[in-house]
């Protein structure tokens, strides 16, 4: 009785230290309309950078029109080989690319830049709720 009571106690304690230090203000999509609005004043990759970095991102490979079978799958984001793509100007991918951004399973946001790394939009990004509620499929 003595050892049911004890862990009683610590995982009451636990799940009140977890509230007040851990998950306690956690709000992805709160999260993610707040870098929302201000990823929106943003102008070039270095703006958006500054805000928050990607951990992944995609290259955009047009042929005469952008559609979401032109985008490669995901890349981890490297800052340091992404800025001496940059700068170098040697491999940059002539269609644009794009910064993901997850913040839940149901919060994403991607960045669309042009080749120069200028931004082009900010739109809502594919999540696995999407995949789930069925809205991935065309007709």
Do not use: C, H
């Not at 609005?37 to 990759?45: D, N, Y």
């Not at 500054?50 to 951990?55: E, M, Q, T, V």
């Not at 952008?66 to 001496?84: I, L, N, T, V």
């Amino acid at each position: 009785m003595k050892v049911v009571l004890g862990l009683l106690a610590v995982g009451v304690i636990g799940i009140v230290l977890l509230i007040k230090f851990g998950f306690g203000d956690y709000d992805p999509a709160k999260q993610a309309e707040e870098f929302r609005a201000e990823v929106e004043s943003a102008k070039t990759w270095e703006d958006v950078l500054a805000l928050k970095a990607p951990k992944t991102w995609a290259i955009i490979d047009y042929d005469n029109e952008y559609s979401a079978s032109a985008r490669s799958s995901p890349r981890k984001f490297k800052e340091e080989d992404f800025r001496a793509m940059m700068q170098k100007g040697t491999d940059v991918p002539p269609g644009g690319f794009i910064f993901e951004y997850v913040f839940s399973a149901g919060e994403a946001i991607d960045v669309t830049f042009d080749a120069s790394g200028a931004v082009l939009s900010v739109e809502d990004g594919v999540t696995s709720a999407d995949l789930l509620d069925g809205n991935l499929l065309t007709d």
